[in-house]
């Protein structure tokens, strides 16, 4: 008996038990898997996407605020007396294909996914018993949307991280609104409302993120947050590996949680000490879908890839949002957008994936171009094409070898790099897509500081056989990279 009992304290001392405070919560490592992934995709989808206007703060614009276009909205397009909760049965997702979903996020190359379950409207995506009459199963799509998206994922891209995104408050539950009245000395929406959920959500179906929203109003000792993660961390079935980030409480944001948010589409554009994540939008100013949105409210390409650079540069990952349709479509052009974000990583994932940042974050000479590094390399991200073919980096001194990423055939053109010395390279003409990643082996950084982002000319200004010529000049300091291409 003595020998079991002392096992079983060595097993109860081998275990991190964390406390229901801030410091303890605090000190549990983040799970390697979330900084690795770098690249993740956010689904904004509710009943905001039948009405389709304005933005998912639809209901909160209209009767809370009482914004005049709202308002004009809904008296020229639906009958008198028309309520929010009559916009649901149109919320019918009658062509939500979740495998299709996941095949989409599979070719994003995306690592993790994030599906808001239940934002400020309440309404959950799931057959909560919390939540009745208003939830996607009760009314609306039938259905169990969660649990569909969380098989499809699982099953077809089994690499991709599943999370959810979760509200703590409703703007117009009345348990929550007689709370707010008590000035937050009653918990009763807390304790009957939103752990109950949370609890459920996360036995259910075992999200990998957990990704709070709504907190803002209360501190976090009326939303018990400290409680639930000690639980989360210590007894849920994701406990070794969830991630959890930093919306638990007024006051709290930017300064707990598993990674940092700050605000939303954060990007500091500088290294930060701790974890972070910049959950940004494909449509500029919304993030769920808007049926009225113009072709220039949508991020390019190339806009989408700058913001990825200086966000992993920066220590970063970036959680690129979409807004489905209530019939349940990914918008064909945030499709476009994702597969077009899939197509650059598969050339130049390895400055991307599990890559960390360098000594500088961008160069000190040359404007748009970020670093990013793994073991002994250094990846410089180079978001336009170079002028007259020359390349000159201020960050970087000399290198032993420099490679665009691709390109690995002895028959392609040559690269020539020149700084004090001239080495060689690889470079094919024409095909890399967007943002140039090469990785520099064995450098020697020079300079002090950050440079600017400037704003770069475009993706496909790769230069055409006319004007491939041997480019021979003199520069003053930094690396010097000259780009010799042969004919054909």
């Given at each position: 008996?003595?020998?079991?009992?002392?096992?079983?304290?060595?097993?109860?001392?081998?275990?991190?038990?964390?406390?229901?405070?801030?410091?303890?919560?605090?000190?549990?490592?983040?799970?390697?898997?979330?900084?690795?992934?770098?690249?993740?995709?956010?689904?904004?989808?509710?009943?905001?996407?039948?009405?389709?206007?304005?933005?998912?703060?639809?209901?909160?614009?209209?009767?809370?605020?009482?914004?005049?276009?709202?308002?004009?909205?809904?008296?020229?397009?639906?009958?008198?007396?028309?309520?929010?909760?009559?916009?649901?049965?149109?919320?019918?997702?009658?062509?939500f294909e979740p495998e299709e979903w996941a095949s989409v996020f599979n070719a994003s190359g995306a690592r993790y996914v994030v599906l808001t379950s239940k934002h400020h409207e309440g309404f959950?995506?799931?057959?909560?018993?919390?939540?009745?009459?208003?939830?996607?199963?009760?009314?609306?799509?039938?259905?169990?949307?969660?649990?569909?998206?969380?098989?499809?994922?699982?099953?077809?891209?089994?690499?991709?991280?599943?999370?959810?995104?979760?509200?703590?408050?409703?703007?117009?539950?009345?348990?929550?609104?007689?709370?707010?009245?008590?000035?937050?000395?009653?918990?009763?929406?807390?304790?009957?409302?939103?752990?109950?959920?949370?609890?459920?959500?996360?036995?259910?179906?075992?999200?990998?993120?957990?990704?709070?929203?709504?907190?803002?109003?209360?501190?976090?000792?009326?939303?018990?947050?400290?409680?639930?993660?000690?639980?989360?961390?210590?007894?849920?079935?994701?406990?070794?590996?969830?991630?959890?980030?930093?919306?638990?409480?007024?006051?709290?944001?930017?300064?707990?949680?598993?990674?940092?948010?700050?605000?939303?589409?954060?990007?500091?554009?500088?290294?930060?000490?701790?974890?972070?994540?910049?959950?940004?939008?494909?449509?500029?100013?919304?993030?769920?879908?808007?049926?009225?949105?113009?072709?220039?409210?949508?991020?390019?390409?190339?806009?989408?890839?700058?913001?990825?650079?200086?966000?992993?540069?920066?220590?970063?990952?970036?959680?690129?949002?979409?807004?489905?349709?209530?019939?349940?479509?990914?918008?064909?052009?945030?499709?476009?957008?994702?597969?077009?974000?899939?197509?650059?990583?598969?050339?130049?994932?390895?400055?991307?994936?599990?890559?960390?940042?360098?000594?500088?974050?961008?160069?000190?000479?040359?404007?748009?171009?970020?670093?990013?590094?793994?073991?002994?390399?250094?990846?410089?991200?180079?978001?336009?094409?170079?002028?007259?073919?020359?390349?000159?980096?201020?960050?970087?001194?000399?290198?032993?070898?420099?490679?665009?990423?691709?390109?690995?055939?002895?028959?392609?053109?040559?690269?020539?790099?020149?700084?004090?010395?001239?080495?060689?390279?690889?470079?094919?003409?024409?095909?890399?897509?967007?943002?140039?990643?090469?990785?520099?082996?064995?450098?020697?950084?020079?300079?002090?500081?950050?440079?600017?982002?400037?704003?770069?000319?475009?993706?496909?200004?790769?230069?055409?056989?006319?004007?491939?010529?041997?480019?021979?000049?003199?520069?003053?300091?930094?690396?010097?990279?000259?780009?010799?291409?042969?004919?054909?």
């Amino acid at each position: 008996m003595l020998i079991v009992s002392l096992f079983l304290t060595l097993l109860a001392v081998c275990r991190a038990q964390y406390e229901p405070t801030w410091e303890s919560l605090d000190s549990r490592p983040l799970p390697a898997w979330y900084d690795g992934a770098k690249v993740g995709i956010f689904i904004h989808w509710g009943v905001y996407s039948v009405p389709s206007f304005g933005s998912e703060w639809f209901w909160k614009d209209w009767q809370g605020f009482g914004i005049q276009k709202y308002v004009e909205f809904m008296e020229k397009n639906y009958r008198p007396g028309f309520t929010y909760a009559d916009f649901a049965p149109g919320f019918t997702a009658e062509f939500f294909e979740p495998e299709e979903w996941a095949s989409v996020f599979n070719a994003s190359g995306a690592r993790y996914v994030v599906l808001t379950s239940k934002h400020h409207e309440g309404f959950t995506l799931w057959p909560s018993r919390y939540s009745w009459n208003w939830n996607s199963l009760d009314v609306g799509p039938k259905r169990d949307l969660v649990g569909d998206l969380a098989k499809a994922v699982r099953s077809k891209s089994p690499h991709i991280h599943f999370g959810l995104y979760h509200s703590l408050f409703e703007w117009f539950h009345p348990l929550y609104l007689q709370d707010k009245a008590n000035k937050y000395t009653t918990n009763d929406f807390v304790t009957r409302k939103t752990m109950p959920e949370l609890y459920e959500l996360v036995n259910t179906y075992q999200p990998e993120v957990i990704w709070s929203d709504g907190d803002w109003e209360a501190h976090d000792t009326y939303w018990n947050s400290t409680g639930f993660l000690a639980w989360l961390f210590n007894d849920s079935p994701v406990k070794d590996t969830v991630v959890v980030n930093d919306r638990w409480g007024s006051g709290i944001t930017c300064h707990h949680g598993s990674f940092y948010t700050c605000s939303d589409r954060y990007n500091p554009g500088v290294l930060q000490p701790h974890k972070w994540e910049n959950a940004m939008t494909l449509d500029k100013n919304s993030w769920g879908y808007r049926r009225n949105a113009p072709l220039g409210d949508y991020l390019s390409i190339h806009d989408l890839i700058t913001t990825l650079a200086q966000t992993i540069s920066c220590g970063g990952n970036l959680l690129v949002n979409v807004g489905p349709t209530h019939e349940g479509r990914l918008p064909v052009i945030m499709e476009e957008r994702l597969r077009q974000l899939g197509s650059w990583l598969d050339v130049n994932g390895d400055a991307v994936y599990d890559s960390v940042p360098w000594k500088h974050q961008n160069d000190t000479l040359t404007p748009g171009v970020w670093y990013t590094s793994k073991d002994d390399l250094v990846y410089g991200i180079v978001l336009t094409w170079p002028k007259q073919n020359l390349l000159t980096l201020g960050a970087v001194a000399s290198a032993k070898d420099v490679k665009l990423l691709g390109y690995h055939s002895p028959e392609l053109p040559v690269l020539q790099v020149k700084a004090f010395l001239s080495l060689s390279g690889e470079i094919c003409k024409g095909r890399n897509p967007g943002g140039l990643p090469a990785h520099v082996g064995s450098v020697e950084p020079v300079g002090v500081g950050a440079g600017h982002v400037g704003r770069d000319a475009g993706l496909d200004q790769i230069p055409s056989a006319s004007r491939r010529k041997d480019l021979s000049r003199r520069h003053s300091s930094g690396l010097h990279i000259e780009l010799r291409f042969a004919d054909g």
